[in-house]
């Protein structure tokens, strides 16, 4: 390693131009990757409503809808805007009254159902449908080009209106992330580091390294929005402690080779890749175990963040020390005294109290394993966005006045009996909390003879092999109530059509909560055992893995107990990733105590010493490491209104403090009442072993 940190010593200027012309690459590709706004895309394709989904689209050439509503406007005028809308490019059909009878035919001949499903008021509904899914970028700009052909007077609901309106919050969002999460890291590391001018360097580095991640996800194709949102925060908050290991250890070594910075930096970046790269194997492992989540969002996240880690580490070690020795006198002038005290005392007076901290855990556990078992999460994205948006007044208003809150789609087969049609439409519309069933059938009443349909309707609403039928509910998607009222209507079409499926957002979510619920144990398991096996490599030991894990689940329980208590309902992705995120980003506090403990431990020290020693060493490290962690986050959960990125944010920055004080006043404590375990099923504590043992039940000094 010394010879590579030579080789960046020596070629520092063309280190600095090489990343600096990366840049360009990397923007072209951060541009140019598609970002996915549908969630429940990343569902598994073997699901029915995600194969019913592909079937809509390839047999009906439908993917993505949106309910119009119109207030005060005449029939004729509704018409005129009808024809405009289906001029729109991706717009393959739209729906309203006209669909079904003459204009001219009164609507109250119309069978109730269907005149209620159309009209309310002096307010008429139209349904629009695109020729490619929800979230597509061919749906999403028809969604626009309809809204401005409709103007203020018409209100449009809908997934790809929520979409939309995700885009474009996250999209003006998304720059505020950065700059909140650069400022307030550069605030701390002002403020804990002995150079002012240092954060800048260190800003300067990560950020390159996040630009080169997000560039890198062109080879993937396309990134969630929550992905691309949190990557940079993440990247920086996970990554900045690398470039304060840099750091110390050039100013170290600058004392070991006085007037030689080349030597000194060529020997930090040697010991500092040997720290950094174990520290980062944790973190990188928390992130990978995402991808065993077969909810392929978990892949996303997991694949483009730990790429982001091993990104970052690789800038640690090239363009941070690089920039560094070019501006060195600049750095110099920057100096000041370290603002953080020594904190030996706090140090002893935690060991001296450590019966006080092992109490409090053992009483805080309890509460903190049940509100982590209690905490309430929500599937429905749309429900938390804020209320002001296009897309949720809409759908305010499409609840009030049509009573419709979500909408299921029913696939089933073209060639089914119109009898069975029939009584398979009566008995669904007999389910609590369904509006309306329309279908081919529903539109034949007795007062509209089959001839009056419509054939382009009939092409809407029947395929070679499948037919379609729209159930309006009045229950929200992810209640209990609409989970309850899909699972009977499957029950029905299954007795009239055994491969009939039941789609669209509720039955996706539905579905979606099933596969997340098994996801939360598989990476939660995954993470542990990873984690586990890399910290027994590490510090080859049975005993201080489990530990150390338990030490770090037990902040992760406090943190996931939180919004129980204060009655707050966290998404359902949060349940999943912030245990593995946190898991994986604060161990390293564990670690780094631990493995000064285990080196002062077999250096003949007793244990109340050895512990007092790598807790005093190592605070300042886990404080401005949780600190920095800290800054990234919090700022992000408190400016988002996107509630799933804010509370995602938010439980992140607690989490960084949480896991401070938990190893800070909990694990001292655990590794003085573990010890005799502890140097009995570790590897290469012989000395520690022979020095507890003694001789005739006398401890023996030793002589270093």
């Known amino acids: 390693m010394y010879k590579f940190g030579k080789a960046v010593v020596k070629g520092r200027f063309a280190i600095l131009i090489i990343s600096l012309v990366l840049l360009v690459p990397s923007l072209i590709g951060m541009l140019g990757t598609r970002i996915n706004y549908d969630i429940l895309s990343y569902l598994p394709k073997e699901l029915d409503t995600m194969k019913g989904q592909d079937i809509m689209l390839d047999e009906f050439g439908k993917g993505g809808f949106a309910f119009v509503m119109i207030d005060g406007m005449q029939d004729k005028d509704v018409k005129d805007l009808e024809k405009k809308f289906a001029k729109v490019d991706h717009v393959c059909d739209v729906i309203w009254y006209d669909s079904i009878a003459d204009i001219n035919l009164p609507k109250e001949v119309l069978p109730k159902k269907l005149y209620d499903f159309f009209n309310s008021g002096d307010s008429t509904l139209l349904a629009v449908f695109f020729d490619s899914s929800s979230a597509s970028d061919e749906s999403l700009k028809a969604l626009n080009e309809v809204k401005s052909i409709a103007g203020k007077q018409c209100f449009v609901a809908g997934m790809t209106a929520a979409i939309s309106d995700i885009k474009d919050l996250t999209l003006n969002e998304t720059m505020g992330y950065v700059i909140l999460a650069v400022c307030l890291t550069s605030l701390v590391l002002a403020l804990t580091m002995d150079s002012f001018l240092i954060p800048v360097f260190f800003m300067l580095s990560v950020g390159m390294a996040i630009l080169y991640n997000l560039g890198s996800n062109f080879f993937i194709g396309e990134i969630s929005f929550i992905t691309q949102a949190l990557t940079a925060v993440l990247q920086l908050g996970v990554t900045i402690d690398y470039s304060i290991f840099l750091w110390h250890s050039y100013k170290e070594e600058q004392g070991n080779h006085p007037g030689d910075n080349k030597e000194a930096m060529a020997q930090a970046i040697s010991k500092t890749i040997s720290s950094v790269v174990g520290s980062s194997i944790t973190t990188v492992a928390g992130f990978l175990a995402l991808c065993f989540m077969s909810y392929k969002l978990g892949l996303d996240m997991g694949i483009v963040m730990a790429k982001g880690v091993v990104i970052g580490v690789i800038a640690c070690v090239t363009v941070l020390p690089s920039m560094i020795l070019i501006f060195d006198k600049a750095l110099t002038k920057t100096m000041h005294r370290d603002l953080i005290p020594k904190l030996d005392k706090l140090s002893s007076f935690i060991i001296r109290h450590r019966a006080v901290c092992l109490t409090a855990f053992l009483v805080v556990l309890i509460p903190a394993v049940y509100g982590y078992t209690h905490t309430d999460v929500y599937y429905d994205l749309t429900a938390t966005l804020p209320k002001d948006l296009d897309s949720i007044v809409a759908s305010t208003k499409l609840e009030e006045q049509y009573h419709m809150t979500s909408t299921h789609i029913i696939m089933c087969d073209a060639d089914l009996e119109p009898k069975a049609m029939n009584n398979m439409l009566n008995e669904m519309n007999k389910v609590d909390g369904v509006k309306f069933s329309l279908g081919l059938n529903s539109l034949l009443g007795p007062n509209i003879p089959k001839e009056v349909i419509p054939e382009k309707l009939t092409e809407v609403l029947k395929s070679k092999n499948w037919q379609m039928v729209l159930v309006g509910s009045q229950y929200k998607t992810a209640s209990d109530e609409v989970n309850k009222q899909i699972d009977k209507l499957q029950d029905i079409v299954s007795k009239y059509d055994s491969k009939a499926m039941v789609i669209g957002e509720a039955p996706c979510t539905k579905d979606l909560i099933t596969v997340t619920d098994r996801d939360f144990k598989v990476v939660s398991a995954v993470s542990m055992v990873a984690i586990f096996l890399i910290i027994f490599f590490v510090l080859r030991s049975f005993s201080l893995p489990l530990i150390l894990v338990t030490v770090i689940e037990f902040a992760i329980f406090v943190n996931m107990a939180i919004p129980c208590y204060t009655h707050t309902t966290i998404p359902f992705i949060a349940s999943i990733v912030i245990g593995t995120i946190q898991l994986g980003a604060t ?118």
């Open 587 to 704: 161990v390293d506090y564990a670690i780094l105590m631990s493995t000064r403990y285990k080196l002062e431990r077999n250096s003949g020290k007793d244990k109340t010493e050895s512990v007092t020693i790598a807790l005093s060493t190592s605070i300042k490290s886990i404080i401005v490491s949780a600190l920095g962690f800290f800054a990234a986050t919090f700022g992000v959960g408190v400016y988002s209104r996107v509630d799933m990125i804010s509370q995602l944010c938010s439980l992140l920055s607690r989490g960084a403090i949480i896991s401070m004080v938990t190893v800070i006043l909990i694990l001292p404590s655990m590794l003085m009442l573990f010890d005799p375990i502890i140097i009995r099923s570790t590897f290469g504590m012989k000395n520690a072993r022979k020095n507890h043992a003694g001789v005739n039940g006398v401890q023996l000094p030793t002589v270093k």
